[in-house]
């Protein structure tokens, strides 16, 4: 089984200079992100924050198999004696007939020359039928290449309880915007069930 929700928080991997601003002046701010996936859910989400505390709102579906999922969640910023930023959050989310209990971490840490960026979610059923999910989505690595361009891997992992875990892995890109991302991911599932490409986009209000 590929867990489908476990990609919400790519989007918190602006993070770091979100808190940068924040910690300068305790100021409201504003998050906005899509995303394409050719092998699961495509997904809109927005956030909305003042100084280190956000709201977030998103909704994601899988037109191949009409799946679909709306969520809810407030969370933190913090950082660490390094510089390095850390996101945690919890929330609530709704799919077909079942809800959800979500925590979700993401770090987002320099290890010499490389950005190290990672998400966790855990997702447990409050509502009968549902089964507790882990996904590890995206955990990244990348280097300054060409200009501000960013070029390393990706991978995902995810696990849900009855089920085998799934993993994919493969390259990324990151190029910066005017005060926004644009990045690609291409993955192969190390099973050997297929490929994904995902473009993902982001921009700070």
């Known amino acids: 089984m590929i867990i489908d929700r476990g990609i919400v928080l790519c989007l918190l991997l602006m993070f770091p200079a979100v808190e940068a601003r924040a910690q300068a002046k ?3 701010w504003a998050l906005f992100t899509a995303r394409y996936d050719t092998r699961t859910s495509d997904f809109i989400y927005a956030l909305y924050g003042y100084g280190s505390t956000f709201g977030m709102v998103g909704a994601l579906h ?5 799946w679909s999922e709306v969520l809810g969640a407030v969370g933190r910023i913090f950082t660490d ?4 930023s850390h996101t945690v959050a919890t929330g609530v989310a709704q799919t077909a007939r079942l809800w959800y209990g979500q925590v979700y971490y993401a770090p987002s840490v320099r290890v010499g020359f490389a950005n190290v960026r990672a998400t966790a979610e855990l997702d447990y059923p409050i509502s009968r039928g549902g089964v507790t999910q882990f996904a590890l989505s995206p955990i990244s690595g990348t280097i300054r290449s060409v200009g501000s361009v960013e070029l390393g891997l990706a991978m995902d992992l995810s696990a849900a309880r009855g089920d085998r875990p799934a993993v994919a892995i493969g390259p990324e890109l990151r190029l910066p915007l005017p005060r926004a991302t644009l990045g690609v991911d291409a993955e192969r599932m190390t099973n050997g069930t297929g490929d994904r490409v995902r473009v993902f986009f982001m921009t700070q209000l």
Do not use: K, L
């Open 26 to 28: 305790a100021a409201p």
């Open 62 to 66: 899988n037109p191949r198999t009409d």
């Open 81 to 84: 004696a390094a510089g390095n």
